[in-house]
């Protein structure tokens, strides 16, 4: 059976930085996208940024509103993607879950985490 279970939020200020951990229990196919979608309150869950299994820049794709501050890494020997969220901002306040799903055109199972709150505020 497949886990996501993320960790690594909290509160932080504005201009602060957070890095999220999402750790991958079970099997799960090396050629998946692995990312970050996000869901504030009253919003609908948006990507934030998914990686495949070839973690080149190339194959990095992240929210306009987050480029140039967040980071998206995956090491495949620990089982774990990372989120380094850097120059946080208000509007980031949300809750951040960790997804596995396979490229669009393949079919497959897709997993989600229970989410882990980050809140940016003063």
């Known amino acids: 059976q497949v886990q996501l279970v993320e960790s690594g939020g909290g509160l932080v200020q504005p201009g602060g930085s957070l890095r999220l951990s999402c750790v991958v229990s079970g099997s799960i196919p090396p050629f998946y996208f692995m990312g970050w979608y996000r869901q504030a309150p009253g919003k609908q869950r948006e990507l934030v940024a998914n990686?495949?299994?070839?973690?080149?820049?190339?194959?990095?794709n992240y929210a306009d509103s987050v480029k140039g501050r967040f980071t998206i890494s995956r090491d495949n020997a620990k089982n774990t993607v990372y989120l380094r969220m850097n120059v946080l901002k208000p509007e980031d306040t949300a809750v951040y879950y960790c997804?596995?799903?396979?490229?669009?055109?393949?079919?497959?199972?897709?997993?989600w985490g229970q989410g882990t709150q980050v809140t940016v505020s003063s």
């Open positions: 997804n596995a799903r396979p490229p669009a055109i393949l079919s497959g199972a897709e997993y």
């Open positions: 990686i495949r299994s070839d973690a080149s820049d190339a194959n990095r």
